[in-house]
């Protein structure tokens, strides 16, 4: 957690010096912090006595991930997405605190498990998955559109901002489904038996 939390704030001062920063950069560099931001606390949950304030502090950060990666595949067309996703992100870290969503933070050997209501649980998912796919479909759009005016730097970037969302949203889905109520329920109907 630490050394990632290590190479992922480097990772931002070399964007910060090596980079001009303009509206993608500064994305990209704010989205290094808050990642580094949630392995420091991840760290200081499993160190200090202040769980639970880190464990608000590293939701928060993570919280804010999906309207960056919108913003990242928004073009300057389209930025009433971005206002969207920042605002709905804002609202859902308020929820976060005012409601006190986060129950338990507990430290596993490589990770921490947060504890939610099932309530907090399915709105979060809802809020996340829902802007990870409003990316995915906005950054769809935007790599035909850039392969049809012919922009050969703007539809690769495209392609691998997509293949980074598939990249984190397959194997999390299915790993997501193959452990829920919801695809246990779906798979194994229940048999009633008559007696």
Same mark, same amino acid.
């Given at each position: 957690? %630490?050394?990632?939390?290590?190479?992922?704030?480097?990772? *931002?001062?070399?964007?910060?010096?090596?980079? #001009?920063?303009?509206?993608?950069?500064?994305?990209?560099?704010?989205?290094?912090?808050?990642?580094?931001?949630?392995?420091? *606390?991840?760290?200081?949950?499993?160190?200090?006595? &202040?769980?639970?304030?880190?464990?608000?502090?590293? +939701?928060? *950060?993570?919280?804010?991930?999906?309207?960056? =990666?919108?913003?990242? !595949?928004?073009?300057?067309?389209? #930025?009433?997405?971005?206002?969207?996703?920042?605002?709905?992100?804002?609202?859902?870290?308020?929820?976060?605190?005012?409601?006190?969503?986060? /129950? @338990?933070?507990?430290?596993?050997?490589?990770?921490?498990?947060?504890?939610?209501?099932?309530?907090? @649980? *399915?709105? +979060? @998912?809802?809020?996340?998955?829902?802007?990870?796919? %409003?990316?995915?479909?906005?950054?769809?759009?935007?790599?035909?559109?850039?392969?049809?005016?012919?922009?050969?730097?703007?539809?690769?970037?495209?392609?691998?901002?997509?293949?980074?969302?598939?990249?984190?949203?397959?194997? @999390? =889905?299915? !790993?997501?489904?193959?452990?829920? /109520?919801?695809?246990?329920?779906?798979?194994?109907? &229940?048999?009633?038996?008559?007696?």
């Amino acid at each position: 957690m %630490l050394a990632t939390f290590v190479i992922e704030f480097t990772l *931002a001062f070399i964007v910060f010096v090596k980079y #001009k920063l303009n509206s993608k950069t500064r994305v990209c560099f704010f989205t290094l912090i808050c990642l580094g931001i949630f392995q420091l *606390a991840e760290y200081q949950i499993c160190r200090s006595s &202040h769980g639970m304030f880190w464990a608000y502090t590293g +939701f928060a *950060a993570i919280t804010l991930l999906p309207a960056m =990666g919108l913003d990242l !595949v928004t073009d300057k067309n389209r #930025k009433i997405w971005v206002s969207f996703g920042y605002l709905l992100s804002l609202g859902m870290i308020a929820a976060i605190f005012y409601f006190g969503m986060i /129950q @338990t933070a507990v430290c596993g050997s490589n990770y921490v498990i947060f504890s939610m209501s099932s309530a907090a @649980t *399915a709105s +979060f @998912t809802v809020y996340y998955l829902g802007l990870l796919l %409003l990316g995915v479909v906005i950054g769809m759009q935007n790599y035909f559109r850039a392969r049809k005016v012919g922009g050969s730097q703007k539809t690769h970037f495209f392609f691998w901002v997509i293949v980074g969302y598939v990249s984190f949203l397959f194997p @999390t =889905g299915v !790993v997501y489904l193959a452990s829920s /109520q919801f695809f246990l329920k779906v798979t194994s109907p &229940h048999r009633t038996r008559r007696t």
